[in-house]
């Protein structure tokens, strides 16, 4: 019994147990004291102040390249005085056996090949220059680039400048204009080009926008030959923008309807340019500042920017219309190749029986002070400075008209000027006054015929004006050198060229200046190649009594040679100094 009751109670003690571990915990009492007690005021938590997140730099914004900065830099480094950085043919052939500058040819490789190269060059072609800055000297060395026109040389050159090299010329004209100056060349290709330099490129934002010009200019380098823009003209004509001096576009002509602006104004006269997306071919002497301005156009906005290849220079070789300017080299050419035998000169003897007759026109062309000396009786006054001005008191342009001066000089130069204008029976006296008096001719100490105004006949504007000047702007001398003077020059280096226009007859009979060059003067312009080839190369002219020799050194002159003379009195005076004579 016990043991039952024993069990039954283990079982509730149990049952018990489970049943209180199956109930919520108890909530414990809080008991409350009987005497109160103020808490301790606990501070409220503090709320944390917000951090914001770490902001990640903004990357400074490089500004856009100042384009229009850059290239006022570039041009201000070309000025006039030093030819816009370019240097010609001859110059550079000089500098090459004296002190030779850094030859960087950028044509393409096949040009190269093809054409030949100047020796010590290196062969870079444009689209690469910028690739290979390692290949040229320093910032500040010599380097000269050239091209076959000077367009690509203009860019190449340009894009230095603008670079910060110092001391970069173009070559003008190229390699076409080193070619026709008769300078050497090598044939093949140059040895590849070898580092040298460790490129200083201080702006890289302009360096790879410069890069990406060069690299992505298209066939053609933007250039339009004369051809092509003559055809554009005629159909829609683009803007044409000359950028040559004031000087050229006063006096070597221009393309009808070219808006002038010289080089150095334009990036200051951008107002007088049409809309940015419109047709501009740029221009000037040869294409060299016309492809530096075409590129400064180009970054500037400029949608549609050529540059006329070779300038106006080949747009006169393909002898498209010149504006205010006479192809004096075709002139000069075709009149001193078909000048016939006597050269219009009449001699003393046949204009004083001639006075006699049917007496012609004389005009004496000398200063008032030999006039007053005396004169041809009957002629008339008006000195060589002044003659092409009073055209008005000439006879009809197919009337007779005897030309004097004192030796022959003058009087062949307003022959011939007279002649070009389209009188067509003007002679000049040969040998001068002086002839005149050495016949015993006479002479009378009276005043000139008095002038009669008439009517000037209708000459070439374009013709008369360069002719005028030329005669206008003669200096003291007239460009003539006495014989004793030349013999001294002979003695001493550099001598003068001496260029010898008689016949061989002429040569055999009275001999030549030891030295000279003997071209009969109908073989002149035939034969300008064996002249020096640098026009500024001293020379002096020479005929029989100085009357070829006075229109073969006006010709030069009007064709760019600079620093010709004609021998006052020609064979006959140097003979009659005494000085020495070869014979053939």
Known sequence: MKSKLYQSMIWLVVL?????????AATEA????????????VPPTAVPTPVPPTATP???AVPPTDWMAVFTSVVAAMPADKGYSSVSAANLNTELTEKPPFLVDVRELSEVEKDGYIKGSINLPIRELLKNLDKLPGLDEPIVVLCASGHRGGLAMGTLKALGYTNVRNLGGGLNAWKKAGMPLETGAPASAAAISTPIVADEQLFTALDEFLSGLPEGFLTVSAANLNTELAEKAPFILDVRSDKEWNETGKIDGAVHIAFENVLTSLDQLPAKDQSIVVMCASGHRGSVIMMALKFLGYENVRNLGGGLNAW??????VAGWEDWNAVWGDFLTNIPEGYYTIKAADLNASLAENAPFILDVRETAEVEKGIIAGSVSIPVR??????DKLPAQDQKIVVLCQSGARGAMVMAAL?????TDVVNLAGGLNAWVKAELPVVVEAPAALTAGTAPVVDEDRFAALDKFLSELPDGFYTVKAVDLNIELGVDPKPFVFDVRTTAEISASGYITGALIIPINEVWGRLSELPKDKAAPIVVLCQSGHRGAMVSMALRMNGWTNVRNL???????????LPVAKP
């Not at 006169?316 to 219309?321: F, Q, R």
């Not at 002649?419 to 009188?423: F, K, Q, T, V």
């Open 386 to 391: 002044e003659v092409l001005k009073n055209l």
């Open 316 to 321: 006169k070789a393909a002898k498209l219309p």
């Open 30 to 41: 809080v008991v409350e004291a009987t005497t109160a007690v103020e808490p301790t005021a």
């Open 16 to 24: 018990a147990m489970l049943l209180a571990a199956c109930q919520p």
């Open 568 to 578: 006052a009195g020609g064979m006959n005076a140097w003979v009659a100094a005494q």
């Open 58 to 60: 903004e990357p400074t």
């Open 419 to 423: 002649r070009l204008l389209g009188y």
